[in-house]
């Protein structure tokens, strides 16, 4: 089955840095990708996916890149604010499967 | 549309006791998932049901079972529960391959804190 790996398990920047998130599959067939933010005692929400027809995905200070060769997909944050804060977690999917392989999660946090 | 619902939201049973968790999917999704999820450990897949039949399962021993019904509501059910069983039970629900491009994205439910004495 898919295995999904996600780095790092913790990730720590000051207001303003980029921060990016890595995640790498094993399914060559996983065709969609998409990222969850988890604040504190809330549900995963989805933040931006892309599928594998793209290369790259941008949403104002979000972005997702992709590439299939090497099987891995990156989280990209420009500009990190205090309410960026919250545990993300990348996923992998393919069609017929219908359930994504989660990865493990990143605790970001965002020093003011 | 209104989004995925869970109830109840606590609990607090003892151990040995059994526990149902209910999941409204959102208006339209046929596919209910379910997921443990425990400090650390992230999401892990329980199960997935889809047209009242269980399509995929996680690695989770027998005592976890579930249910969909013809409205595509489905329920959770624990037995015997253990100390380790306390954890946020997410559901979440998708389209399920019904748009034909695969790999559709599953929306959450807020989940049931469930804490075993």
């Known amino acids: 089955g898919e295995n999904v790996e996600q780095h790092p398990s913790t990730l720590s920047v000051q207001e303003g840095d980029s921060a990016v998130i890595k995640c790498t599959y094993s399914d060559s067939a996983s065709n969609y990708f998409p990222w969850y933010k988890q604040e504190l005692g809330k549900r995963p929400q989805l933040i931006i996916d892309i599928r594998s027809n793209v290369g790259e995905k941008k949403d104002q200070r979000i972005a997702v890149t992709l590439n299939k060769t090497a099987k891995h997909f990156s989280l990209h944050i420009t500009e990190t604010q205090p309410e960026d804060s919250a545990v993300y977690f990348c996923?992998?999917?393919?069609?017929?499967?219908?359930?994504?392989?989660f990865g493990r999660g990143t605790s970001l946090i965002v020093h003011p | 549309k209104a989004g995925v619902t869970q109830t109840p939201r606590y609990l607090i049973k003892t151990r040995g006791q059994q526990v149902t968790l209910s999941c409204s999917p959102i208006s339209g999704h046929r596919s209910v998932s379910w997921y443990q999820q425990t400090p650390g450990q992230g999401l892990q897949f329980l199960f997935e049901y889809f047209s009242e039949t269980q399509r995929n399962k996680g690695n989770f021993p027998g005592r976890f079972s579930g249910r969909q019904f013809s409205n595509s509501r489905s329920e959770m059910n624990v037995s015997t529960l253990e100390l380790g069983d306390s954890a946020l039970y997410l559901c979440a629900s998708s389209l399920a391959g019904t748009s034909g491009r695969g790999g559709d994205t599953q929306y959450f439910g807020p989940g049931t804190r469930l804490t075993v004495l």
């Open positions: 996923a992998a999917s393919k069609g017929g499967s219908y359930i994504p392989t």
